[in-house]
């Protein structure tokens, strides 16, 4: 019993890290209303960005996730202003085929910048004991760092006047836009924290896993099952998703196989579009 409460915890400790990466789609997604293929990419570079902030010039890697926010957050805004807005009115194939194009150029950049060749983080190893489990150091810091960015945007969402803009543009973009909202400078905004939130979770993820140029896709497959379990659109609905997806891979690992729980996501999206295609929570 005692081993399984251990495996649910580190599942739910991986779970927080993969609800990060799923609220960042389902967000642009539900207000900027674009499915970005390229999110796990962003993934990627944020994983990149702490290991060069911490190899390169000594930042602590806890700094690196506190920096890493309104880096990407900027640099997800400036690409929202310069491409995704004009797509805004356009066909939803014309968004996926330009994100798609978005993942292959990164992830080729990054290849080609920094090859195939594995790197981590070498940051808080080793274990420590707690009421007779043991918990990994890097994980249990992970967690408290998700759980907090995790508070920090359902706060800003629900109390701040910019969060109320941003989900009354949700709502409804077109009365929103009637009220005096300035809607496209909401999506920017969401979009940027979209991506803020991807580099977020990239910085997080580099605590923990190895870094490879390719690793996108892993994460972009697990965003895709987190919003079709939670509900598209549904920050809620991507927290608890996220808490799903990350604790199945822990008990599959843990009892079959690593190679098995890779399927844990794709498995997960074909059964709830079979059988509640509009997932666990509403829009």
Same mark, same amino acid.
């Given at each position: 019993?005692?081993?399984?409460?251990?495996?649910?915890?580190?599942?739910?400790?991986?779970?927080?890290?993969?609800?990060?990466?799923?609220?960042?789609?389902?967000?642009?997604?539900?207000?900027?209303?674009?499915?970005?293929?390229?999110?796990?990419?962003?993934?990627?570079?944020?994983?990149?960005?702490?290991?060069?902030?911490?190899?390169?010039?000594?930042?602590?890697?806890?700094?690196?996730?506190?920096?890493?926010?309104?880096?990407?957050?900027?640099?997800?805004?400036?690409?929202?202003?310069?491409?995704?807005?004009?797509?805004?009115?356009?066909?939803?194939?014309?968004?996926?085929?330009?994100?798609?194009?978005?993942?292959?150029?990164?992830?080729?950049?990054?290849?080609?910048?920094?090859?195939?060749?594995?790197?981590?983080?070498?940051?808080?190893?080793?274990?420590?004991?707690?009421?007779?489990?043991?918990?990994?150091?890097?994980?249990? %810091?992970?967690? $408290?760092?998700?759980?907090? #960015?995790?508070? *920090? =945007?359902?706060?800003? !969402?629900?109390?701040?006047? @910019?969060?109320?803009?941003?989900?009354?543009?949700?709502?409804?973009?077109?009365?929103?836009?009637?009220?005096?909202?300035?809607?496209?400078?909401?999506?920017?905004?969401?979009?940027?924290?979209?991506?803020?939130?991807?580099?977020?979770?990239?910085?997080?993820?580099?605590?923990?896993?190895?870094?490879?140029?390719?690793?996108?896709?892993?994460?972009?497959?697990?965003?895709?099952?987190? %919003?079709?379990? $939670?509900?598209?659109?549904? #920050?809620?609905? *991507? =927290?608890?998703?996220? !808490?799903?997806?990350?604790? @199945?891979?822990?008990?599959?690992?843990?009892?079959?196989?690593?190679?098995?729980?890779?399927?844990?996501?794709?498995?997960?999206?074909?059964?709830?579009?079979?059988?509640?295609?509009?997932?666990?929570?509403?829009?």
């Amino acid at each position: 019993m005692l081993n399984f409460v251990e495996i649910f915890i580190r599942g739910a400790m991986l779970g927080s890290v993969y609800a990060l990466v799923g609220m960042g789609l389902t967000l642009v997604w539900g207000v900027v209303g674009i499915v970005n293929i390229a999110h796990g990419e962003f993934v990627m570079l944020g994983a990149y960005f702490a290991f060069w902030a911490f190899s390169l010039v000594h930042v602590n890697p806890l700094l690196s996730v506190a920096f890493s926010i309104p880096v990407f957050f900027l640099f997800g805004m400036m690409i929202h202003k310069k491409i995704m807005e004009r797509l805004i009115k356009a066909q939803e194939l014309s968004a996926l085929i330009l994100t798609f194009g978005m993942s292959i150029l990164i992830w080729n950049l990054a290849q080609f910048l920094w090859t195939n060749t594995y790197r981590s983080v070498s940051y808080l190893t080793g274990n420590f004991p707690f009421l007779g489990l043991v918990l990994g150091k890097s994980k249990t %810091v992970s967690f $408290g760092l998700a759980v907090g #960015i995790t508070i *920090a =945007l359902f706060t800003f !969402l629900k109390y701040s006047k @910019l969060g109320k803009g941003i989900r009354a543009t949700s709502q409804n973009s077109e009365v929103a836009l009637v009220c005096g909202i300035n809607t496209m400078k909401m999506r920017a905004l969401t979009f940027g924290m979209g991506i803020g939130l991807a580099g977020a979770a990239g910085a997080i993820v580099s605590l923990q896993w190895v870094i490879f140029p390719q690793m996108g896709g892993s994460y972009i497959s697990k965003a895709f099952a987190i %919003v079709v379990l $939670g509900g598209l659109g549904n #920050i809620h609905g *991507a =927290l608890v998703g996220g !808490l799903i997806i990350g604790i @199945l891979e822990a008990i599959v690992t843990q009892y079959l196989s690593a190679k098995m729980a890779q399927i844990i996501p794709s498995m997960t999206i074909l059964i709830i579009l079979l059988l509640r295609p509009t997932g666990l929570f509403k829009k």
